[in-house]
């Protein structure tokens, strides 16, 4: 949908600002209607009153944008709807929230409207604000955005000819990232094999699942579903995060990143 020159009201995440001039910021937002909105906010780095409380990221609430010169929009006010207090206090909060959103911001196209990711993404971020930050919820946001954009490996039926992908003697099932997913018997030759229940676990998170099971899980399924989503997700990545780079300072080094 294209931006109006009028300013128009649009529920917003901050996705990330840098600065841009002497006292302007560059915000990238993701909105439902208009996708990964590049802005620029016009002495944001002074206005108490038009941006109170600044522009981290992770901050959502309702943005006013309006067609700017040439493909920034202009942000004119931010109003946040939700309290972001908790991830100045935290830093586990911090890592998490700057994680969700540098993985946005890399893998989301610029104007490429789903409402389904801003959705998954606003949950992510009051689970992780709001209450204890847990991996479960990384998990199932990496594998709601790898499903809305057709990167989500198969995890059930062979990537290849489609047939159920079937548990070996040993519990587990050949999968290949790079080959799409899990592969049947017929198609699994060389493949590693992942645990049966990491790929059950991986399926409910999927469809939108409770991560709880998750976080209670032991320390190899939390690991295993670890390992997969940052597989999938790596392969269409064109840096590193630097986000990740927090985790590994944490406690929670299942959360992100690392071996
Ligand atoms: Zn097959």
């Given at each position: 949908m294209p931006i109006q020159s009028a300013t128009e009201t649009v529920p917003a995440i901050v996705l990330r600002t840098r600065p841009l001039g002497e006292s302007d910021l560059l915000v990238v937002l993701l909105t439902p209607e208009h996708g990964k909105l590049e802005t620029a906010a016009r002495g944001a780095r002074n206005s108490k009153r038009r941006f109170p409380g600044g522009l981290p990221a992770g901050l959502r609430g309702l943005a006013?944008?309006?067609?700017?010169?040439?493909?920034l929009a202009r942000l004119e006010r931010f109003e946040a709807s939700a309290d972001h207090s908790p991830v100045g206090r935290d830093l586990d909060r911090f890592a998490y929230v700057a994680y969700l959103c540098e993985l946005?911001?890399?893998?989301?196209?610029?104007?490429?409207?789903?409402?389904?990711?801003?959705?998954?993404?606003?949950?992510?971020?009051?689970?992780?604000?709001?209450?204890i930050p847990r991996p479960g919820e990384l998990r199932r946001y990496e594998l709601a955005l790898l499903h809305a954009l057709g990167l989500l490996p198969a995890l059930e039926l062979c990537c290849v000819c489609g047939e159920l992908a079937l548990r070996g003697p040993d519990g587990g099932v050949a999968f290949d990232a790079q080959r799409g997913g899990v592969l049947c018997?017929?198609?699994?030759?060389?493949?590693?094999?992942?645990?049966?229940?990491v790929l059950a676990m991986a399926r409910d998170l999927a469809a939108g699942g409770d991560p709880g099971p998750l976080d209670a899980g032991s320390v190899?399924?939390?690991?295993?579903?670890?390992?997969?989503?940052?597989?999938?997700?790596?392969?269409?990545?064109?840096?590193?995060?630097h986000s990740l780079a927090f985790f590994a300072a944490m406690s929670r080094s299942d959360a992100g990143g690392g071996a």
């Open positions: 006013g944008v309006a067609r700017g010169r040439g493909s946005t911001d890399e893998l989301v196209l610029a104007r490429h409207a789903d409402a389904l990711v801003f959705a998954a993404l606003c949950t992510a971020l009051a689970a992780v604000i709001e209450a018997l017929a198609h699994e030759r060389g493949a590693l094999r992942l645990p049966g229940v190899e399924l939390r690991r295993g579903l670890r390992d997969l989503t940052q597989t999938a997700l790596r392969a269409h990545l064109r840096r590193p995060l």
